[in-house]
């Protein structure tokens, strides 16, 4: 485990924020690292830059870390299997899901490739970096923002040919749909899906973080081809 400064927190609403690091870890788009406070519990989270975490509040430890008031964390990693980077790649971004695309859009763009984001939340106040991203589509189920609905509503219609690679984070409900979607458009074989779980050690050794197909979503995951999801999704 090393030790890194906590150089700026950016909230973008209540419960979302981006904590920045003092410095850069050697890492690629889709791995996470584990995530140490002092006096919480370790806790994974995807790299949303190679210096920045995302972090939804919704329990003691992610609460901390946006309440601001630590200057230093420790850090283990960066773990896990990355997203395989491609030339044409269509993003597909759920809530809180934004965290690792993020990292992906921009190693893409700044290597000259196309990457196309479809993001959905519950409402304007969850869709994060809007201005950020030069070729976006948005959904919210509220309808304040972009198209009514869900990421699906914008992912019907599209000549999924095109892309070399399609993406996925998001809520496991709303990746089950999106499996599901790409299957009937078969499309599957390009497809990344990048999973949760409850995690402890974050190398594949403690078991918790285990598929009923007995993958572990820290070693063999979290982002994994569609093919290997096939009863899990
Ligand atoms: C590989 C990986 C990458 C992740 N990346 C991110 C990320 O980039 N940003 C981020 O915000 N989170 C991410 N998470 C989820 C994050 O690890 C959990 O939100 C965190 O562990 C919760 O810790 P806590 O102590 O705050 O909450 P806990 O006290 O552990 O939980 C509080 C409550 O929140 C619920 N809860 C816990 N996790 C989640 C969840 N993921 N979604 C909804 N409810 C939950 C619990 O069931 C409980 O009711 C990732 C998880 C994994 C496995
Ligand atoms: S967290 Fe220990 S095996 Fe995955």
């Not at 994974?44 to 919704?58: F, G, I, M, R, Y």
């Not at 921009?106 to 993001?119: I, M, N, Q």
Request: one cysteine or more.
């Amino acid at each position: 485990m090393f030790t890194l400064r906590i150089a700026k927190v950016v909230r973008h609403s209540e419960k979302i924020a981006t904590i920045y690091f003092n410095k850069k870890i050697s890492s690629y788009p889709g791995q996470f690292v584990m995530l140490n406070l002092f006096g919480y519990e370790e806790i994974p989270l995807s790299l949303s830059s190679p210096n920045s975490v995302t972090v939804k509040a919704v329990g003691e430890t992610t609460r901390a870390l946006l309440d601001g008031n630590f200057r230093y964390i420790g850090i283990r990693g960066a773990f896990g299997r990355p997203f395989t980077i491609s030339d044409r790649a269509l993003l597909i971004a759920g809530g809180i899901g934004i965290a690792p695309l993020k990292y992906l859009y921009d190693f893409l763009k700044s290597r000259g490739y196309e990457a196309e984001l479809v993001y959905g939340a519950k409402s304007v106040g969850e869709l994060i970096w809007i201005e950020e991203f030069e070729n976006a589509k948005f959904a919210t189920e509220d309808g304040s923002f972009g198209v009514k609905g869900t990421v699906l509503d914008l992912l019907r219609d599209r000549n999924y040919d095109y892309y070399s690679r399609i993406y996925c984070c998001g809520k496991e409900e709303m990746m089950r749909k999106v499996y599901r979607l790409l299957k009937a458009k078969n499309c599957l074989n390009k497809a990344e899906f990048s999973l949760e779980r409850y995690m402890r050690c974050g190398i594949g050794v403690c078991g918790s973080c285990v598929l009923k197909n007995g993958l572990r979503v820290c070693k063999d995951g979290p982002v994994f081809k569609a093919e290997n999801l096939e009863g899990i999704l």
